[in-house]
Each structure stands twice: as C-alpha cells, then as structure tokens.
T-cell receptor, first 115, second 114 residues
Framework: AQSVTQLGSHVSVSEGALVLLRCNYS??????LFWYVQYPNQGLQLLLK??????LVKGINGFEAEFKKSETSFHLTKPSAHMSDAAEYFC?????????????FGTGTLLAVQP | GAGVSQTPSNKVTEKGKYVELRCDPI?????LYWYRQSLGQGPEFLIY????????DSGLPNDRFFAVRPEGSVSTLKIQRTERGDSAVYLC????????????FGPGTRLTVT
C-alpha cells in the first residue's frame, strides 16, 4: 500500500527565507509524486509533479522538489519565501502504471510567512 | 478555459436527510475523481470514473454513499441518511490523461450535517 508522511503540520518562515516542506513516501512500485497547494476557500492547485524523468522537478511560483529514492523523500523547497506563499501544501503519491491513478495525500503542512 | 466546477459550494442538512453534490469536470476529461477532506486532514479518495463507469469505488465509506456519471461528463455524489460524521469538504477532480496523473480540482462542496 502507498502512503505519504508530511513532517510538520505547521511551518513558519520569515519573508525572504528558505522554504523547506518535508515529504516521505512509501510505495511498493515506482511512484508518481505531486505537490499541491491549497489557498483558503480554494481548490487544490498542482505545484509540480515527478513522473520518473528528471529527479529535480521545477514547478510554478519558484518551487522545486527533488526525488530521492534512497531516502524515499520528495521535499519541496523555495529559495526565498513571499507573503503570497502562505497556504496549505499537500504531498501526494500515486502508483505508476496503476489502474486508477488515484492520489494518496499526506495530512498537509500549513505554511505561514512572517513579514 | 473553464475549470472544474462544483455545486453547491456549501450545503447544510439535518442528520438523516439525503443530499446530492454535483461536479462539472473540464470539457473532454474522461477521468473523474471524488475525494473527501475532513478538517485538518488531506483529501481521501472516494471513487474514480473512467467515462460513464465507476472503475474504482474502493474509497466509498459505506453503502450510504453512491455516485453516478451517466453521460460521461457531469457526476453526482449522493449521500443517503446523512450522519454528522459525513461533514467535510467534498472535492471533485478531473483528468485528461489518466497515466499522467495530473488531476485538476474543483473548489469543493462544504457539507455540514447538523
């Protein structure tokens, strides 16, 4: 069975500081991995995805994530936080070659950006 | 272009009542998913449609939950005899290419059972 663990339900950074949101996955087959962002009262928006091509994936809004198979991790980073980055971030996994492509989500990390 | 839309945005109902939640996917998307997001949790998979058929309903919590997609476009999630534990945000997503895994989410329907 697949699962995702997001360490840190709340992360607070100062504007301009590095953002690091952690995600570890468990999967018995090569996974597809995703980061979604959810702004208040809005739907989930895809930030980036890993589908077995380059291990360093660049997404929207300056975010990137690196797939590390040896560590079963897919941490999300951004060099310099903006106030507009304040939102909830979800890591998700699906099974490559699976029958449904359903997403298994972590419990989310709420990012606060302090001025 | 238009994204995934869901109606109503909010629904308050009494325990024991029946509710229907509607999802309009992006035009041309053959795959449609329903998820449920409880407070403080990530979304949890409920059901997946490929075209008109439910290809995977393993996430439906019990037989009070049912979903249809009769023409392969709009989908309706139906909940009978609602319980307070059903209170959550119900999210719909659609996808053009199943294998890519890129699902586009609607804004959700917030269901409150009193």
């Amino acid at each position: 069975a697949q699962s995702v663990t997001q360490l840190g339900s709340h992360v607070s950074v100062s504007e301009g500081a590095l953002v690091l949101l952690r995600c570890n996955y468990s999967s018995s087959v090569p996974p597809y991995l995703f980061w979604y962002v959810q702004y208040p009262n809005q739907g989930l928006q895809l930030l980036l995805k890993y589908t077995s091509a380059a291990t360093l994936v660049k997404g929207i809004n300056g975010f990137e994530a690196e797939f590390k198979k040896s560590e079963t991790s897919f941490h999300l980073t951004k060099p310099s936080a903006h106030m507009s980055d304040a939102a909830e971030y979800f890591c998700a996994v699906s099974e490559s070659g699976g029958a449904t492509n359903k997403l298994i989500f972590g419990t989310g990390t709420l990012l606060a950006v302090q001025p | 272009g238009a994204g995934v839309s869901q109606t109503p945005s909010n629904k308050v109902t009494e325990k024991g009542k029946y509710v229907e939640l509607r999802c309009d996917p992006i035009s041309g998307h053959t795959a449609l998913y329903w998820y449920r997001q409880s407070l403080g949790q990530g979304p949890e998979f409920l059901i997946y449609f490929q075209g008109t058929g439910a290809a995977d309903d393993s996430g439906l919590p019990n037989d009070r939950f049912f979903a249809v997609r009769p023409e392969g476009s709009v989908s309706t999630l139906k909940i009978q005899r609602t319980e307070r534990g059903d209170s959550a945000v119900y999210l719909c997503a659609s996808s053009l290419m199943r294998e890519s895994g890129e699902q586009y989410f609607g804004p959700g329907t917030r269901l409150t059972v009193t």
